[in-house]
């Protein structure tokens, strides 16, 4: 189920509460010009998104707590038939308060000349500087003007401040609401693997692969791919950010998808699977895959209330290094090798990020010093990984690596739920193990 007006509601009462006198300025997202006069498809800001459920480009939702009778104001795109018959159905004024619940609505032109009256009685502006081009001239325009008037007004808000933190940390504690949705997002996207892995074989596209992937995305009735989707055969995998999909899937080789859907209502999946093309591990495939599930499935039950991103993360680096000073692949005592990270020409990235409205979610992972303690309701995908190519040059002291390892790049991703006696495992309906992924 959608996620309903009355939690929409909920959110926008916390954030009000959390604001203390500031008022908050929260823009929606614009529509992006692809090419020419065509535009991306409209992706909202997941900030207003969170706080308003309102899926229109343009518009600017202000959260007044010093008006408490009308402390949720939208400015919207006013109905016009004409544009509407181009660009599809608005809400308008009168669809933003009765079916979004804005204590009062004005059409978008109108902000410049009301964001001032508007504001006026706020301790302090919440606006993230440097993100809303269109908008932060007429926030800046509005403080100044309190600023020139306050010596006879007698007030004007004190300071400019990042709404990010507080709506940031509301985002990172999902409700069960959200976790049902991510759930959502999670059987889908782990359903998509489960159909690519049955079409593989040799000599199919990369493309086809994706093709397959984002079909039952779409006939599922999400929005579509999260984020571009990677089908990397072979060597195509040691590029973490692969996105050409045009290879043709080889023999012997193994593939790599990272793919996950996007909801309509934005909640998303993210999923790594790796496998033989032919349905068969060679030696040191199924060697490094067997490491790489290993660091995995350490790292995923290091999950638990009161552990750490960090923690995490170093929980996978440290099977990592010692599965490949095993294999001979790293050569030395691992706790130097892991504090001179003389491993990263094989393992370059972090094991995982939350996973929310966002794919790589908002929330802080460290505040100064202090690593953010995991806490029932966060989300994070965990999703080590090997990638052994020439790119990277080996670091000093490291063997020089075989032929025989090239072109082999493994990762293993999972979106993972934070609970209160350790954990669940979102994706697990997509498998890993490699019985199952070999026929
Ligand atoms: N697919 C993006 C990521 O795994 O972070
Ligand atoms: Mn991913
Ligand atoms: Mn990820």
Redesign the pocket.
Known sequence: MLIGPETFAARRARFLERLGGAAAVIPAAPLVTHHADVEYPFRQNSDFWYLTGFDEPDAVALFLPHCPENPFVLFVEPKDPTAEVWNGRRWGCEGAVERFGADLAHPRSELAQRLGDYLKGAEGIAFRVGRHPAVEPLVLQAWAGQLDRAPRSGTAALGLVAPCPLLHALRLRKGPEELERLREAARISAAAHELAREVVRPGLGERQVQAVIEQHFLEQGARGPA?GS?VAGGDNACVLHYTANSAELRDGDLLLI?AGCSLADYYNG?I?RTFPVNGRFTGEQRALYELVLAAQEAAVAAVRPGATAEGVHDTAVRVLVEGLLELGLLVGDPGGIIERGAYRHLYMHRTG?WLGLD??DVGAYRLGEHHVALEPGMVL?V?PGLYVSDRLPVPEGQPVIAERWKGIGIRI?DDVAVTERGHENLTAAALKAPAALER
């Open positions: 984020y990677i990272d993210d790594t990020h794919v790589h995908t999703e991703e």
